[in-house]
Structures are given as C-alpha cells and as structure tokens.
C-alpha cells in the first residue's frame, strides 16, 4: 500500500486521503490528452473510490487506458502535495453510493446540497471507479 512507511509525511498523507473532499482525477482520452476534472472520492481499504457521472468521458478513459493519478489540493505555497498513481477499474461489483455508509456520512448533505436529493446524485453518478494505488508522492503538511 502507498503511504504505509509510518514516516510523519506518510500519516499525514493517509489523513488527507481520509478526510479530503474534493480530488482530482486525471485520466487520458484515447488522443492521449490527459484531462482532470475534480471528483468526490472516498479513501476505502487503500483504494480510491470514485462515483462517476453516467456522461463522463473518463469513464472511457479509463476503459482504454486505465492508469491515472489523483491529487488533492495544495496549499497556497505549492507545499502540503498528495499525490497517488494507479490503475483505475469500472467496478460493476461496488453497489450504490447510497448504500455505502462511509460515502453518505462524507457525502450525504452535499448531494442534497448540489443535486436537491440522494435520488438525482443516484440517478447521474452510476459509474463506480475504483483506483489501486502504484505509487504515491506527498511533500510535508
């Protein structure tokens, strides 16, 4: 697992990853243009999982090319960087946002907040990606 060294750097990392709201996910269209567009993710058993838009061309992507990256915000001085590679997958097996307590308690209020309801994030976000981490990089807190 990426982040599993113990160091400071690697704890504070993993708490990102646990805690973090928004990522973003860069996957590569079949042109190879690398495209990124901010997600909501949830940190589950040292994977990355992402509910996808129906519509999203990453959902493409990563069915012709599954290595991607995901990263979270920085701080205003280019410092506090977390940044995971791996290989995404389309996960038919992983059941529905609403029935994945851990993403509803992140999630739940910004889905009615965004959306109006739980049902129209349920009705848009059907593509579960998960992403398995290769490698992972993160500068200092």
Known sequence: MVFDSGSPQDDHAL???GRDRIAWLTSVAADGQPQTFPVWFLWEAGEVLVY??????????VAINPRVSIHLEGDSGGGDIVVVEG?????????PAD????????YGEWMVRD???????????????????????????
């Open 87 to 95: 290989t995404a997958r389309i996960d038919d097996a992983t059941p």
């Open 52 to 61: 996808s838009s129906k519509r999203a061309r990453r959902n493409a992507n």
């Open 115 to 141: 959306l109006g309801s739980v049902d129209a994030f349920l009705a848009e976000y059907t593509v579960p990606i998960r992403v398995t981490p290769s490698r992972g990089r993160a500068t200092g807190a």
């Open 15 to 17: 708490a990102r990853l």
């Open 99 to 106: 029935r994945n307590a851990a993403y509803m308690a992140k």
